[in-house]
């Protein structure tokens, strides 16, 4: 079952033993950011905002926002990953469904031969 981002967010921190004002310190946003974030209030999130979620949760950016993939944490934040990680976020759903698919082809291409 893929959870709404939001609740994601919830059920991660609560798995942590994390009170919304922990993690709402450590992604350098108030209380309430983590109140409207859960209850999904926020449509948009800044990049460095979801990298310091993501680095606070313990997983990577993909993870916490789709609940898919691998979980462990590779929360890049400055570089090309940093600005791939914005780009994404301010894509529509189709479009970032496009550059995933992109990503994974040109991953494919690059992969060392087994």
């Given at each position: 079952?893929?959870?709404?981002?939001?609740?994601?967010v919830?059920k991660?921190?609560?798995?942590?033993?994390?009170?919304?004002?922990?993690?709402?310190?450590l992604?350098g946003?108030?209380?309430?950011?983590?109140?409207?974030i859960?209850?999904?209030?926020?449509k948009?999130l800044k990049?460095?905002?979801?990298?310091?979620?993501?680095?606070?949760?313990?997983?990577?950016?993909?993870?916490?926002?789709?609940?898919?993939?691998?979980?462990?944490a590779?929360?890049?934040?400055?570089?090309?990953p940093?600005e791939?990680?914005?780009?994404?976020?301010?894509l529509?759903?189709?479009n970032?469904?496009a550059?995933?698919?992109?990503?994974?082809?040109?991953?494919?291409i690059d992969?060392?031969?087994?």
């Amino acid at each position: 079952m893929v959870l709404l981002f939001g609740a994601h967010v919830r059920k991660l921190r609560k798995e942590l033993g994390m009170t919304q004002k922990e993690l709402a310190k450590l992604a350098g946003v108030t209380q309430s950011a983590i109140t409207q974030i859960e209850v999904g209030g926020t449509k948009k999130l800044k990049a460095d905002t979801l990298l310091k979620m993501s680095a606070a949760l313990k997983t990577n950016p993909y993870h916490l926002m789709t609940g898919l993939g691998d979980n462990r944490a590779s929360a890049p934040t400055e570089g090309a990953p940093a600005e791939l990680v914005e780009i994404f976020l301010n894509l529509s759903p189709e479009n970032q469904a496009a550059l995933l698919a992109a990503a994974r082809g040109i991953s494919a291409i690059d992969a060392p031969p087994h």
